[in-house]
């Protein structure tokens, strides 16, 4: 039963263009949504979270969407640079429990 | 400040051969957890421990064992390996269960033949 599920496994964009990325989730006990980023190598990085009682946060070129009615999170980039090449991870929180349900990834390529 | 830091990075291991994962944090976080990285299958929870002194079971807590050594480190066991847990095994910490940020560590990269 995949509670957090990634469905494009890559995405290729121009430099300087948007890159949205999606994620659909099952649970609805999920009051916590994160977005980590993961190059070749490395351990993952958390770059952006949302509540469950939000439907946008924003921090930089990086905003996350959330529609609740839907199940559905997209993380959205503007503009796309070639460093944020690497795989984006989505993740459902479940309250003080701490643990983090993961979604597949997307490998998103930025193109000079 | 290292973070969050594994040992070893690579490891080889023969199918019944057991091997101790380690894991530190100098952050003074709270919570600890071990997750293992397949391909296709995102990341998945093994065991984590919201405090030093307890631990509590993941997602795929099979064939580990965990130790919450104190509360800069926090180990996993395998004691008999086997093909299936070739994977990548990454440890994070944060402050506090729940909403905190986790702070993950390089990874490991075990191979069972």
């Known amino acids: 039963d995949q509670q957090v599920k990634q469905n494009s496994p890559s995405l290729s964009v121009q430099e300087g263009r948007i890159s949205i990325l999606n994620c659909d989730y099952t649970?609805?006990?999920?009051?916590?949504f994160l977005w980590y980023k993961k190059y070749p190598a490395e351990g993952p990085t958390f770059l952006i979270s949302?509540?469950?009682?939000?439907d946008k946060n924003e921090d930089g070129r990086f905003t996350v969407f959330l529609n609740k009615s839907a199940k559905h999170l997209s993380l959205h980039i503007v503009p796309s640079q070639p460093g944020d090449s690497a795989v984006y991870f989505c993740a459902g929180s479940m309250g003080n429990t701490g643990k983090l349900i993961f979604g597949q990834g997307t490998t998103l390529q930025v193109k000079p | 400040n290292a973070g969050v830091t594994q040992t070893p990075k690579f490891q080889v291991l023969k199918t019944g051969q057991s091997m101790t994962l380690q894991c530190a944090q100098d952050m003074n976080h709270n919570s600890m957890y071990w997750y293992r990285q397949d391909p296709g299958m995102g990341l998945r929870l093994i065991y984590y421990?919201?405090?030093?002194?307890?631990?509590d079971k993941g997602e795929v807590p099979n064939g580990y064992n965990v130790s919450r050594l104190n509360k800069r480190e926090f180990s996993l066991r395998l004691e008999s390996a086997a093909p299936s847990q070739t994977s990548v095994y990454f440890c994070?910490?944060?402050?506090?269960?729940?909403?905190?940020?986790?702070?993950f560590g390089p990874g490991t990269r075990l191979t069972v033949l």
């Open positions: 649970n609805s006990m999920f009051d916590y």
């Open positions: 949302i509540s469950s009682i939000k």
């Open positions: 421990s919201a405090s030093e002194g307890t631990t």
């Open positions: 994070a910490s944060s402050v506090y269960r729940g909403t905190d940020t986790q702070y």
